[in-house]
């Protein structure tokens, strides 16, 4: 077992180690942007990149999780495999994320995607397809369970998505996971920074940038931005546990057991403990960390080795 929890550890951090080193080359894209009316602070504006692909027909939206951007490496990554599937692609960046200061996401808030889905520059694709990451694979679920589709929308992926809100913030919150706490609202901090040079928020930066847990992050900036009475309810009212039963279209998840981020026993009990759609496919994985995986890898899609590789053939078939 611990030899699965180090592997874990070292997927995680490997793939951004290398990502951070030498990013690997994207075919050009262009700036993308679409507003969103819903945000406490009035109509916010969405960012990010698309590449449309020369007589595609198909395009795949990719979202990054809780602290990451468009330039994530695993958006990357799922940006250069779509492209190799013959693929459009969009990165988006969720409210706020990249320093755009327009205003800060929340874990249930899939109003951003879509609005990205139903943005005049995606007019031209038959068929949409979403891959999510970590938080990004919980708002793409979320979407997906919300009876508000986009007739375009052909199926979801999430990967490595927290599922039960409560139980993985009392996870990463616990001391062990300090590097990846810490990781995280690291880049919550500087979002929340450059919202607060733009507009009133519910704390002063300086008290802001002396929070130490998500809890407290969620209980002293999230719940007052968006009207929650508390974390808790928060957490209660955003999961998608029990919302899988409601998806309307095929949805992947992808867990690993050695995540040390989302780990495996805030995940099984949640698939377990609320009826699922017929729609869901669960894959687990024994090696892996978190959104990072051995370039090795199958999940016996038929498609060439690679997560992305073979999650978007998933996407494609469906």
Same mark, same amino acid.
């Given at each position: *077992? ?19 080193? !030498? ?20 109509? @916010? ?5 698309? %590449?449309?692909?020369?007589?595609? =027909?198909?395009?795949?939206?990719? @979202?990054? /999780?809780?602290?990451? =951007? ?25 409210? /706020? ?12 808030? +899939? ?12 007019? %031209? ?10 938080? /990004? ?41 300090? *590097? ?32 130490? =847990?998500? !809890? ?5 900036? *999230? ?37 040390? *981020? ?5 995940? !099984? ?16 994985? !024994? ?5 990072? +995986?051995?370039? =090795? ?20 078939? %469906?």
């Amino acid at each position: *077992m611990r030899r699965i929890l180090l592997h874990g550890h070292f997927w995680t951090i490997a793939p951004w180690l290398k990502h951070q080193l !030498r990013a690997p080359p994207l075919p050009p894209s262009s700036p993308f942007s679409v507003n969103v009316d819903e945000s406490p602070a009035g109509p @916010v504006r969405l960012l990010g990149r698309v %590449r449309h692909r020369e007589g595609a =027909t198909s395009i795949l939206i990719a @979202v990054h /999780g809780l602290g990451g =951007t468009l330039e994530s490496h695993y958006v990357v990554e799922a940006a250069a495999q779509a492209e190799r599937a013959g693929l459009s692609c969009l990165r988006v960046n969720l409210r /706020g994320a990249g320093g755009d200061g327009a205003d800060l996401y929340h874990a249930g808030l +899939f109003s951003d995607l879509h609005a990205a889905i139903a943005s005049p520059e995606l007019d %031209r694709y038959e068929r949409v397809l979403v891959i999510g990451y970590s938080l /990004g694979g919980h708002i793409a679920l979320r979407y997906a369970a919300s009876g508000a589709l986009d007739p375009r929308v052909r199926a979801v992926a999430a990967v490595c998505p927290p599922l039960d809100l409560e139980q993985s913030v009392a996870a990463i919150d616990q001391p062990e996971r300090w *590097m990846y706490r810490w990781h995280v609202l690291s880049a919550l901090k500087e979002m929340y920074t450059a919202v607060a040079s733009r507009r009133a928020m519910p704390l002063p930066v300086r008290e802001a940038l002396a929070i130490r =847990t998500i !809890r407290e992050w969620d209980r002293r900036i *999230m719940t007052p931005r968006f009207g929650y009475p508390s974390p808790e309810a928060y957490y209660s009212s955003e999961s998608a546990a029990p919302r899988l039963r409601d998806l309307a279209i095929p949805s992947l998840i992808v867990a690993t057991e050695a995540d040390p *981020m989302v780990p495996l026993d805030t995940v !099984r009990p949640a698939l377990e403990a609320y009826p699922r759609s017929p729609l869901l496919d669960v894959q687990w994985l !024994r090696f892996g960390g978190h959104v990072g +995986f051995p370039q =090795t890898l199958s999940l016996g899609f038929g498609a060439a080795p690679g997560l992305e590789s073979q999650v978007i053939h998933w996407l494609q078939g %469906r």
